[in-house]
């Protein structure tokens, strides 16, 4: 089970689980509870900030409720989520109590594929979490190297990009509701192997 806290900005102002006027850590107590009673249950597997604030202080303010809920088993681990400011996340991991266990991220172009973001990820044990893994990646879907690898072990160019994307140590994040694609997703995820030409040759497209 998975929950955010999201900052007023990316709020609908028609359903904020929390009051606005109150501090930062009063709207973390407040959102928290919202989840827990919508998921009728009394902890979450994950509490991700849905985004840094846009001071580091007060990303800090956040993170520092959270690590309280993380202290009374409410969450079991910590996370962040569109953080895409290396330096941001540096300070953040550094700042930090309880480390973030995760970082969920869009991976794709114009982000630069998170190359630094990913290195320090994997140094320090964080998970990095990919959504819009396929939507946010149609060129790569249908790139030769894609397509050949597809048609080589008989796959869908979708189930070949995530089991590349684990081979890189990134954890593709799946919204699918389609029971057979659901099946592809976790056949890529426990038992298709690239070669490591195929991964070379995909790896270089990511520029």
């Avoid at 990316?10 to 709207?27: C, I, R, T, W």
């Avoid at 597997?45 to 202080?57: A, F």
């Avoid at 079991?76 to 995760?102: C, H, I, T, W």
């Avoid at 397509?147 to 994040?173: D, H, M, R, Y």
Wanted: proline letters at 5%; a neutral charge.
């Amino acid at each position: 089970l998975q929950t955010k806290y999201t900052p007023i900005r990316g709020q609908d102002p028609k359903n904020v689980p929390y009051d606005p006027s109150k501090g930062l850590a009063e709207q973390v107590r407040e959102s928290i509870q919202a989840s827990l009673r919508n998921l009728e249950t009394t902890y979450v597997d994950s509490l991700v900030m849905h985004s840094p604030m846009e001071q580091h202080g007060d990303t800090m303010i956040v993170w520092r409720e959270f690590e309280k809920l993380h202290g009374e088993g409410v969450a079991k681990q910590l996370g962040m989520s569109n953080q895409y400011d290396f330096e941001g996340f540096k300070a953040l991991y550094r700042d930090a109590v309880v480390k973030p266990s995760v970082l969920q991220n869009r991976f794709y172009a114009d982000s630069g594929y998170d190359v630094a973001l990913r290195e320090f990820c994997l140094e320090n044990g964080v998970k990095y979490q990919s959504f819009w893994t396929l939507t946010g990646n149609p060129q790569l879907l249908k790139s030769s190297p894609v397509k050949e690898a597809a048609k080589g072990l008989g796959k869908t160019p979708e189930q070949v990009f995530f089991a590349f994307c684990i081979s890189q140590g990134i954890t593709p994040l799946t919204g699918t509701s389609d029971t057979t694609h659901m099946k592809q997703d976790l056949e890529a995820a426990s038992s298709l192997q690239l070669s490591a030409d195929q991964i070379k040759a995909i790896k270089a497209l990511l520029k």
